[in-house]
């Protein structure tokens, strides 16, 4: 098959699916405007391409979307953009016979009104980013018109597009395994803890409740540090995760990120708030859950608990190979390329 993966970079998944998708022998992409946290050589920078003043970004984009069409049979939207404005490309792909599929990671379908009204607990509640642009509100119609399929990252983005096909995040485990293996992770005992969280958005992460949480627990004499990680390289986030005893993911959104599939598979006790009607998703994954409600009482259990600690560690990189593992959640992806008829 012949695959482009675009426009937005989220957690570095269209390179992920490019380069797995050309090891399994297709003609595969990823074009896609660079992100400063996952910098790729794997990638087309799709804004260095169309650098511009806004005459010539217009026709460049143009250039675009036509080597594109000339190239690739399936195009994988992550995000609710493509290559053009508002859209307005995805009515030329469609003429044109191209099969169309639009993988959606959160806050492009979430619906905010709806979160704050339907659930106690929630990042919609905190954030303060206005998300419910035009093309965002007219999504839903957009999918109906042109998409082939629709994939969700993660199952309670399926409350707002229940025909959608949930389908886990992937990540390759092989160099988790290397850094795993390289550097003997041993978890504290004693001493002072190290709670280690990287928010890529502080609202929508819930780091204040982490922050308030980890101030509790040293008020009452827990030796207990917690380390903020942001702005930084994959390569450097990875390495400042290695003293870890504990990483907080996410504590409102009600499901776990990349973030923490990564730590799982270099084996490290992760904590998140797994809402309750997802738990039945969640049923087998090694991840401690926990609300701004109990998150004190909580983290306090596990840096005290070196048992329940060690029994997370051991139960997450085999987690990760057996439901997150990139090719197998390729192949996933493919069987729906399939679905819908992709030569």
């Known amino acids: 098959m012949r695959i482009v993966h675009a426009v937005s970079n989220v957690a570095g998944l269209p390179v992920a699916f490019a380069e797995a998708q050309r090891r399994a022998g297709h003609r595969a992409a990823a074009v896609v405007y660079e992100s400063p946290y996952y910098k790729d050589v794997r990638a087309v920078d799709l804004g260095r391409l169309l650098d511009g003043n806004r005459i010539s970004r217009k026709l460049r984009r143009a250039r675009v979307v036509a080597w594109a069409a000339h190239n690739f049979d399936v195009f994988h939207f992550h995000y609710y953009t493509t290559f053009m404005p508002n859209q307005e490309d995805l009515q030329l792909l469609k003429t044109l016979g191209k099969k169309v599929v639009f993988h ?55 409350e707002f597009v229940p025909d959608a096909q949930y ?20 978890l504290r005992t ?5 709670i280690v969280h990287a928010p890529t958005n502080r609202e929508i992460k819930g ?39 504990l990483v ?11 973030f923490a599939l990564e730590m799982m598979a270099l084996g490290k006790p992760v904590l998140a708030y797994i809402r309750e ?8 994954v090694p991840i401690a859950s926990a609300s701004p409600e109990n998150l004190a009482r909580t983290i306090r259990r596990l840096l005290t608990s070196s048992t329940e600690r060690e029994e997370l560690s051991r139960r997450g990189p085999a987690y990760i190979q057996s439901v997150h593992n990139l090719d197998r959640i390729n192949e996933q992806v493919m069987d729906i390329y399939r679905a819908i008829g992709a030569p």
């Not at 629709?150 to 199952?155: L, Y």
């Open 104 to 158: 959606l990671h959160g806050c492009d379908i979430r619906d905010p009104r709806r979160v704050r009204t339907e659930h106690a607990i929630s990042a919609c509640a905190e954030c303060t980013i206005e998300c419910l642009t035009p093309v965002k509100l007219r999504m839903q119609t957009t999918l109906d018109r042109f998409a082939d399929a629709v994939i969700v990252s993660t199952p309670d983005l399926l």
């Open 167 to 186: 389908i886990p995040n992937p990540i390759d485990p092989r160099s988790w395994n290397d850094l795993r293996e390289s550097n003997g992770l041993e």
């Open 190 to 194: 004693s001493g002072e803890y190290v």
């Open 207 to 245: 780091t204040r409740h982490i922050e308030a949480a980890v101030d509790q627990l040293r008020s009452e004499g827990l030796a207990v540090r917690l380390q903020l990680l942001e702005g930084l390289t994959q390569d450097k986030l990875h390495h400042a995760c290695l003293e870890a005893d």
């Open 248 to 258: 907080i993911d996410q504590v409102l959104i009600g499901w776990f990120g990349l």
């Open 277 to 284: 009607d997802l738990q039945h998703a969640g049923s087998e």
